[in-house]
Each structure stands twice: as structure tokens, then as C-alpha cells.
């Protein structure tokens, strides 16, 4: 199977791409080039070899999950820059403009 210069046009049409004609030369020839490395590829023996999800292999990494103290309303509310008895204040976002 060969990338022909339509191929190319077609491409760049669905990408909403425009193209030089040697552009258009040029990415016909690296695309051919691509397919005929995978065709390389496609010749290898791989009968006795597994399939695999990775390259190397994986480990779950998440710790278990523990509970901790959290803060407390006083101490979440100790630096913030405006606040209220208990609330952080915010400006107002929604209905300005």
C-alpha cells in the first residue's frame, strides 16, 4: 500500500490543512517511508512472543487509603485573606461583566 499525492489532499482536507505542491510531495514521500518501516515490522516472527499491555511490567503504587485528622474550621480559616465567621469570601464571579 503507497500514499499517493490524492491521499496526501484528501488528508489535509479533513484536517482543514493547506498544502504547497512540494509540501504535498514531500509528506507523500515521509508517509510512504513510514508504511514501508511498519512493513519491515510486519515481517518479524512473533509466534512464541506474549502480547503486552506495557513494555515493562506494572505494579499497583496506590497506598491503602487511611484516615487522618483533617483541620479544623479555624485553622483552614487562619491565613485566608477574607473570610467570615466561618467562611472563606470570594469575589463575586457570576453576573458581572
Do not use: C
Not at 26 to 36: G, P, R, S, V, Y
Not at 37 to 51: A, F, G, S, W
Not at 52 to 57: E, G, N, Y
Not at 71 to 86: D, G, I, M, V, Y
Amino acid at each position: 500500500m503507497s500514499v499517493t499525492i490524492k491521499d496526501v489532499e484528501y488528508i489535509a482536507e479533513l484536517a482543514r490543512l493547506e498544502f504547497t505542491d512540494a509540501e504535498k510531495e514531500m509528506f507523500t514521500h515521509q508517509l510512504n517511508t513510514i508504511l514501508a518501516y511498519i512493513e519491515q515490522l510486519n515481517k518479524l516472527d512473533t509466534t512464541n512472543v506474549e502480547p503486552l499491555s506495557h513494555v515493562i511490567q506494572l505494579q499497583n503504587v496506590f497506598r491503602e487509603d487511611e484516615v487522618k485528622p483533617g483541620l479544623t474550621r479555624e485553622e483552614a480559616l487562619q491565613n485566608a485573606p477574607s473570610k467570615s465567621e466561618e467562611f472563606f469570601k470570594v469575589p463575586k464571579v457570576i453576573g458581572e461583566k
